[in-house]
């Protein structure tokens, strides 16, 4: 799922070809992102549109070529003069006078030449990682340039960029793989390079060499006339191990228009996408430096007039860590009455926080919903979230920048985290942006490869794991505490992967573990009928409560499910089947049953649960910690490919004795039906769970303020 | 020993009044930084000038009857016309063609005459807890009686200047504890202190004089939305002029407004962190 979708889509047509746009945002001044297409188009800013579309009117283009453009195959339709008249037909369309215009690569040229012919159009230049030719190209890329119309033979490397090479099958593609293996030198690169090269090959390779044939881009002397030419601002950002462009290009250029160079030290040609979060910052000053819009009314509060205050991040994947998170909260205003707690939240977790009367952030409407986005990975009963949350990237630094934002002008003492991975990982890519003391929390460690995923699968996750073990030990400072919710025994036997550590040993060396927090203590078996009675439920009744948490994904299991219940009803008369669709699933989807019960969202669910005769639930571990915690018996389906249902999860359960997984896919609605027969109502014995992991957090959270 | 010392010193003399100023750096823009009252000098900017001069071109000077400029006796020599014309001299003699003008208090005055009679010379402008008349006084100032002759004065009726000529050194006193009502505020006190005991009573006296050759009126016409961009920042603990000043500045001149919260009257002293940035920021889009 985009973390932001256009606010208006287009097209323009010039000379018969379609070329499209689209426009997100409002402000001045507006900003034009122009990709080097037809290699890439618009979606390769994905990673910094969200936030620059909070503050300026954003346009991007896809170029022609590529995209939802048209893919002419005559060189001239690539002449400069073409494409710069596409820019400002876009402009029009778009309805921005004026433009601060972001250019990446050879699409620079572009840039500076609608900034020198239309000096009016043009409030500054942003050039990433500039192809201009004032300053020699890569050595290693001078003998393929200069063979690039000859027939080769089984060309390698840089010879692949080949006018014949690209026609045969397969020869652009390998080209393509090649190229943006060297364009993201920088470590942890996988799901960049797979953009990339996606993006890539949205195109044709007819295309590709038209546009290389029509380009004629300037060099020389050409070159640096265009340059002297632009007369606006310039700001400069170039990586210092391009490998597309070399570095000496962007210093010529920036003292060239008297711009302002920036080198991103250690990064390769694709920062926008490698480091949209600085990339971002660059722009943003960049344009406020012009306009002076960020001096908007404002409050700056002396630093000893300030009340200590908290930032709360509750991760908003489904509901698994509201509850805790508000018992967390409660206990820590117990600790320190003066603090004061906002939260960046957003739905379901924001249903619970305002049912609590918990204050949540205004920024909060700008977050992009991550649960909405896992319900668009989710197929039937299958998750992949390993992948999800590899496909959540551009969500993740959208609402990364919010926070920023927030953290920045909030004046806070402190961030807590529950899984907060946005504020977590781009804190550690940009150790420069903390603020305050940082508690971090999970309630698993590691990401783990599903069998069928194969070598790629073990290897991508193992990439991921040495990232963040990298991370804490590059910048132990960012997380002033690291609390793991369980014990050391709930944390699964395997390793990082690869020559990584075992995740057991390696979390206690960088957490302290608070033990479990249900966020509520369970019943006595005293106060149990009394609780039944208040809830409405009877004591002749067989209540099974059906639950799927709160992230959107569990249709399935719901429709198996209610099959089930005719069948079990006719063995168990005195079954009362009660299914909570949770807060991002309509009740009045599925068809209606008699004697069936459907809710959705359901405050304090817990209680409910504590008081059940069976529960059939996901395989998440909130819902089955409540259960175990009160001791109920339940059935668990956990996700397909959801590598924490499946391995994390379980394994806690497991040492709990709690539950009975269950296969969804091996699984018929009789077997269901003979389950909640055979289990409902029946006696459990599970481990105890601890009733004080709320209080404890909240001791090794107030020693840090 | 100062952080950073002029690059060069001058003087300029207008119809016989000298006027010192100093500019450190050569950065683009130039920034001028005016004086306030007459009460202190151009040391008053100490914790603003080595930061910007790394970044700009800054020039101050002492505002006639302090520090190292000359001291007339008559009120009319401080008029607001005089005060602005002494800043185009010293930008003229050093060297620069335009400038954003950074005031307080007082300072406010002058800086509107120069955006709104020399537009040309005024990239922008930034009032720190201005005093610009566009509002009535602080209630607590209200005892105020500058030329009549109080028994045992108190507190603002200490204000006045008969009393200057004999406990001049009081006053000082008394005022430098209403400009800074942040706590721990010693050093800040003792600074402004010890310039204004560098001049005197009279001199003061005087100066207040020149006010009397301003009226809200004219502020008023003079504020009316300016040409260039401006910035007000303002304190809500100044106990010196109302934070209702700068919201009325801001809002007349259509410029932004920083609510500095819990600030005095003398921010870029006591908070000088927060306002070099602010200065800096707003400085920077006049970069080319």
Known sequence: ??????????????????????????????????????????????????????????????????????????????????????????????????????????????????????????????????????????????????????????????????????????????????????????????????????????????????????????????????????????????????????????????????????????????PQSRDPVKVTRLITTFADTITGASMHATTWTRGPCRPRRALYLSSPIGLGHARRDVALAGELKRLRPELEIDWLAQHPVSAVLDAEGEHIHPASQWLASESAHVASEASGHDLHCFQALRRMDEILVANFMVFQEVIEEGGYDLVIGDEAWDVDYYWHENP???????????????????????????????????????????????????????????????????????????????????????????????????????????????????AVGGSGVGQALIDKVVTAYPLAKKTAPELRMIVVTGPRIDPAAFPPRAGLEMHGYVHRLYQHLCVCDLAIVQGGLTTAMELTAAKRPFLYFPLGHHFEQNFHVRHRLDRYGAGQCMNYATTDPDLIAAKITELAGKPVSYRDVETDGAARAARLIAELI | MRARYPDCEGIVVRDGVRIRYERCGQGRPAILLLPAWSLVHSRQWKMQVPYLARHFTVVCFDGRGSGGSDRPADASAYSDAEFALDALAVMDAAGIGSAVLVSVSRGALWALRLCAEHPHRVLGAVFIAPSALLMPPLAERRVQRFDEVIDDP???????????????????????????????????????????????????????????????????RLAAPLACPVLVMHGTQDAVRSYAEGEALADCTGGALVTLAGSGHFPHARDPVRVNMLIKQFADRFRR
């Not at chain 2, 009502?181 to 003792?190: A, C, F, N, Y």
């Open chain 2, 154 to 220: 108190v507190g603002w009726q200490t204000y006045n200047a008969h009393y200057w000529k004999t406990h001049y050194p009081e006053f000082v006193t008394f005022f430098a504890g209403r400009m800074f009502t942040e706590p721990h505020s010693t050093k800040q006190i003792e600074d402004v202190t010890g310039w204004g005991l560098e001049t005197d009573g009279e001199t003061l006296a005087a100066a207040d004089g020149g006010l009397e050759f301003s009226n809200a009126t004219a502020t008023r």
């Open chain 1, 1 to 270: 799922m985009r973390a932001r979708l256009p606010d208006r889509e287009g097209v323009i047509t010039r000379g018969g070809v379609r070329v499209a746009f689209e426009v997100f945002g409002q402000g001045e001044p507006g900003l034009l992102l122009v990709p080097a297409s037809p290699i890439t188009h618009a979606r390769s800013w994905k990673g910094i549109v969200p936030a620059l579309a909070r503050r300026f009117a954003v346009v991007t283009t896809d170029g022609r070529g590529t995209g939802r453009s048209d893919r002419p195959h005559q060189p001239e339709c690539y002449a400069p003069g073409e494409v710069t008249a596409d820019l400002l037909a876009v402009l029009d369309a778009a309805g921005v006078d004026q433009a601060v215009l972001v250019a990446h690569c050879h699409a620079v040229p572009w840039a500076l030449r609608l900034a020198a012919d239309h000096p009016e159009r043009a409030a500054g230049v942003v050039a990433i990682a500039p192809g201009i030719g004032v300053a020699p190209p890569h050595s290693y890329a001078v003998e393929a340039e200069r063979r690039w119309a000859d027939p080769v033979d089984a060309p390698a490397d840089w010879n692949m960029r080949n006018r014949h090479f690209w026609r045969q099958d397969g020869g652009y593609r390998e080209w393509i793989e090649f190229f943006f293996g060297q364009q993201l030198p920088e470590p942890h690169s996988t799901k960049q390079y797979e953009d990339t090269v996606g993006w890539a090959l949205d195109t044709e390779p007819e295309a590709m060499i038209a546009e290389r044939e029509g380009r004629a881009a300037p060099t020389g002397s050409e070159a640096e006339a265009l340059c002297g030419r632009v007369r606006c601002p310039v700001r400069v950002l170039h990586g210092s191990d391009d490998r597309c462009q070399p570095v000496a290009r962007g210093r010529r250029m920036a003292g060239l228009t008297g711009g302002h160079l920036v080198v991103l030290d250690g990064a390769g040609h694709l």
């Open chain 1, 432 to 546: 420069e942006l903390k603020r305050g003391q940082n508690v971090w929390l999970t309630d698993f460690v590691g990401y783990l490869p599903m069998p069928d995923g194969g070598e790629r699968e073990a290897f991508l996750t193992a990439d991921y794991n040495a990232e963040m073990i990298e991370h804490i030990d590059r910048y132990p400072w960012i997380r002033d505490r690291a609390i793991f919710v369980g014990n050391d025994d709930d944390i699964v036997p395997d390793t990082f992967g690869g020559n990584l550590p075992a995740i057991r040993d390696w979390t206690t060396r960088h957490f302290s573990y608070s033990g479990y927090i249900t966020g509520f203590t369970p019943p006595e078996p005293g106060q149990v009928a009394a609780l039944r009675a208040e809830l409405g439920y009877r004591d002749d009744e067989l209540v099974c409560v059906v």
